[in-house]
């Protein structure tokens, strides 16, 4: 059973910068797809952004292209998302998760995704 645990989160002035972390557990981190997702109070969980198994390939919503970075350590089973101007509407419980059935990196729908960690709050103040 992998294990997802999420840090980084905090409170921030809107303009300011964030990086989460996502450590998982395991040794085969390597093969999988990594995504990060949130979910702000009332709304859908929502995708934000996606990372290759070998980290060379990326895909981001809309919402933060531009201002959100993935990237990933495999030699440290981490994943990562720099958040830089950070906007009000970037408030909400984010999430790492894994994809580890197929290659396309290119998924936005969080039941294609198949383990969860507990997610970290991030809240931006305007």
């Known amino acids: 059973q992998v294990q997802l645990v999420e840090s980084g989160g905090g409170l921030v002035q809107a303009g300011g910068s964030l990086r989460l972390s996502c450590l998982a557990s395991?040794?085969?981190?390597?093969?999988?797809?990594m995504g990060w997702f949130r979910q702000a109070p009332g709304k859908e969980r929502e995708f934000v952004a996606s990372?290759?198994?070998?980290?060379?390939?990326?895909y981001y919503a809309d919402s933060v292209k531009g201002r959100f970075t993935i990237s990933r350590d495999n030699a440290k089973n981490t994943v990562y998302l720099q958040m830089n101007s950070l906007k009000p509407e970037d408030t909400a419980i984010y999430y790492c998760?894994?994809?580890?059935?197929?290659?396309?990196?290119?998924?936005?729908?969080?039941?294609?995704?198949?383990?969860w960690g507990q997610g970290t709050q991030v809240t931006v103040s305007s």
């Open positions: 395991g040794r085969t981190f390597s093969t999988y797809i």
């Open positions: 990372i290759s198994r070998t980290g060379g390939s990326t």
């Open positions: 998760a894994i994809k580890s059935r197929g290659t396309s990196i290119v998924v936005v729908t969080p039941t294609l995704y198949d383990y």
